[in-house]
Every structure is written in C-alpha cells, then in structure tokens.
C-alpha cells in the first residue's frame, strides 16, 4: 500500500489515503501511520467502512482500549455511541431528554479521558451516518499554542498540577445532571499542566472543560489560567473544522489535541459516531 499524505493546516493535522484499516495492514503501514500520528496529532481517513469489530482491531494496533462509561452505548464496552439515536429502538432520542444534554458536554472544547489516572492516548472515531449539514468536529493544538508562549510563560506552568473532573465539566452544562453515584464513580484526579510526547521531545500544555482548577493555587486563580490556555490554543484562525463525510475516520493526539462537537438540528438529523480510545502507558503525575 502506497499511503498519500496531504496536509489539512501547515501546523498540524494530515488527511491519509491509499489504505482500507479496515482489512489488516502490515507494520511498515502502520508504522507510517504512527509516525504521522505523532507528527501530524489529527489524521483523517476516507471511506473507512468500518464496523464495530474492524475498528476495533485497528485501534488496538495504537495499545489497550479503553472501555466506555455508559451513556447510550449499544456496540460492547470498548465502543462509545456517539450519536442522537437510541440502538434499542433506532429512533432519534428526544432533544430536552436527559441524554442529549448530557452528550452537549461534547460541545465544549475538551481532550478525551482527561478525567481519568491514566489518560488517554488516542480517540478514534468512526462516521457512521452524518447530518447533511452541521455536526462539524472542531480541533485545536495545545502544542502549536505551547510554542507560541514565551519563555517566561513557559517556565511557568512546568512543575503546575491541574485537578481534572468529569462532575465539573458536566456540572458546566447543568449542575443537577450528574447524581452522586454517578459522580463517584468518576472521581477526580490529577493531571501534569505541561506534557512531553516520548517520541519527539514535543511539548504541549494540557487543559480542557474537564480541567477544574491548579493544585496549591486559588481556585478563582487556577481556573483563569486554564481558560486562558484553552482560549490561546482554538483562536479562530489556529483551529481546523472537520466536515464530515460518511465512513471518514478522524484520530486525535489526546495528549496535545482539543476538540469540541457543533451543533446541529438534533430533532431532524440522524448521526451516529462509534468511537473508540486508546489508553495511556502512564499517569502524567508519577503518585496519581
């Protein structure tokens, strides 16, 4: 398989094509494809008709999976349902209901599993049926951002530990969405302010809606510095707008990649996303 490579923005992000991941591919493919990964930080694959099982083995060349919490997900515990349709009914789920609020937390810029103690690595997600407008997925480097900060702001944040907290973000959207058993079962944790990906020495910072406040700081204080970061990475002209088209594959760098959801007409337009993630190797703070 010869693989093209065409640059989405000249500061990351690459569209991949001449290969089907949904067949096995030798490791030299996929070797090429990590490297990209790590360079690029957001892939893009065409007319990958995945299904559940395919992506699945695709996505564990990259490490373990993780499993999913639950919201409507109705494809086994490695797949997230990223989607406005219930799978027991195939009927689009009402927009003033319980779920579609909860997966609007989608819609702030965030970096998946965050929230976890160890998070993730990669995000894989799968266009099975797209609106035929909106619905669009956003993203935004923390290590392009990083790099424009000055030294000083730089030395700055090394040492910084953020608290990251699925219950706060989603407390963003409605502060009664999330019961106590369900907030308990997402406690918080600790996250390094500045990442370093092993195989470039690439830095970036690392922040997001999950991300709650900077350990030893005011909170007020904490919680500024971590908008602020947020807000420098996805100014306009540094974010690319992925337009999706049916069967594309879209994979993040979760350590240095935000990304947010966009709106669209949830009460006519079907879409159905199946995501899967790859897990981490360690925790960002060495005690989490």
Known sequence: MALSIRRLRDDFGAEISGVDLTRPIDDAVFAAIRDAFDEYSVLVFPDQKFDDESQIAFSRRFGPLETTISTNSGGGTHIADISNVDPKTNEIIPVDGWLSKYNSGNEMWHTDSSFKPVPALASLLSGR????????????????????????????????????????????????????????????????????????????????????????????????????????????????????????????????????????????????????????????????
């Open 129 to 288: 049926e797209v609106p035929p407008v909106g619905a669009e997925t956003e993203f935004a480097s923390m290590r392009i951002a990083y790099d424009d900060l000055s030294a000083a702001e730089q030395d700055r944040l090394e040492g910084l530990v953020a608290v990251h907290d699925f219950s706060y973000s989603r407390g963003l959207v409605d502060p009664k969405l999330m019961d106590e058993k369900q907030s308990a079962a997402v406690p918080p944790v600790r996250q390094a302010v500045v990442r370093t990906n092993p195989a470039n020495g690439r830095k970036a910072f690392y922040s997001g809606s999950h991300a709650r406040e900077i350990v030893g700081w005011p909170v007020e204080e904490g919680r500024a510095l971590l908008k602020d970061l947020v807000a420098r990475a996805v100014k306009p002209e540094r974010v690319y707008t992925h337009k999706w088209r049916q069967f594309d594959l879209v994979i993040w760098d979760n350590r240095c990649i935000l990304h947010r959801g966009r709106p669209w007409d949830k009460s006519r337009h079907r879409r159905v996303m199946h995501r899967t993630t790859v897990a981490g190797d360690v925790p960002t703070v060495p005690d989490q």
